[in-house]
């Protein structure tokens, strides 16, 4: 068994793990992990639902990254390992001219997209961000595309407007919004399939090839019925850090 921990911008999601299975998963925010007393917590929480042989950590918040280590450390006396682009044993080549800005995430989920479905293949994770990461012909991570993502955009213009509100997503019905929050949910939902179609179109032409492309993140399920993905898999990065540990301890 293995702890997976995904550290985001917004939210740490952990899954307790067998094989690339999710058996147990704990959300937390990650705001709340930059206070070692909070990250305790946090460590305890994770150890009533289970104990572990291994821990393996992809975080793209590096304040957070020392309390959560003295966490595990200390409540599980275990070590953590945490995802390194820059490492060599990842098990996919890094096609990237300066790996140590990649963010983990994206590596383990262009890891575990070419172990599930061969390469090559897009990664598009919907998180506080929306990326889009590219496994090449060779099954070698290339690069991709970083944009605002759903919640970020929904923020900014209520932030930086005086009129617009502050929308919670909903799904919306038709394009043409009959209230103010209805047109900006239209809008971002029909503006981010737009801006999908597009970057992957032109991803797969530079490619020279139609890879297959997978969604994920916290946002992934709103487009189920989008006709745009050839896969939903909300999970991917906790199966990328799976895959890596197995990797390492075998």
């Known amino acids: 068994m ?3 921990i995904d550290i985001g911008n917004s939210r740490a999601v952990s899954g307790w793990m067998s094989h690339l299975k999710v058996l147990k998963r704990h959300d937390f925010k990650t705001m709340d992990l930059r206070k070692q007393k909070d990250a305790f917590r946090w460590a305890k929480q994770l150890k009533r639902l289970g104990t572990a042989e291994s821990f393996i950590v992809s975080s793209v918040v590096p304040p957070v990254d020392e309390k959560v280590r003295k966490a595990i450390g200390v409540i599980f006396r275990k070590k953590t390992d945490f995802v390194d682009p820059t490492r060599k044993n990842l098990g996919i080549g890094i096609r990237y001219k300066r790996p140590k800005e990649v963010g983990a995430d994206r590596i383990v989920n262009s890891l575990a997209a070419k172990h ?3 390469a090559p ?3 598009v994770d919907f998180g506080t961000g929306t990326t889009f990461d590219v496994v090449d012909c060779r099954g070698a991570y290339r690069g991709g595309v970083i944009v605002p993502g759903i919640g970020m955009s929904l923020k900014a213009m209520h932030d930086q407007t005086a009129k617009l509100p502050l929308v919670k997503y909903a799904k919306v019905q038709k394009v043409i ?3 103010t929050e209805d047109a900006i949910r239209s809008g971002i939902y029909y503006g981010t399939i737009g801006e999908a179609k597009e970057i992957l179109r032109r991803i797969r032409k530079e490619l020279g090839v139609k890879a297959p492309a997978v969604a994920t993140g916290g946002w992934c399920h709103i487009f ?3 006709d745009l993905f050839n896969h ?3 999970d991917i990065t906790l199966i990328g850090m799976a895959i890596l540990a197995r990797r390492n301890h075998a």
């Open 2 to 4: 293995i702890w997976a």
């Open 116 to 118: 599930l479905y061969g």
């Open 121 to 123: 293949v897009i990664v």
């Open 177 to 179: 919004g009959q209230t």
């Open 224 to 226: 189920k019925n989008a």
């Open 232 to 234: 939903i898999e909300p």
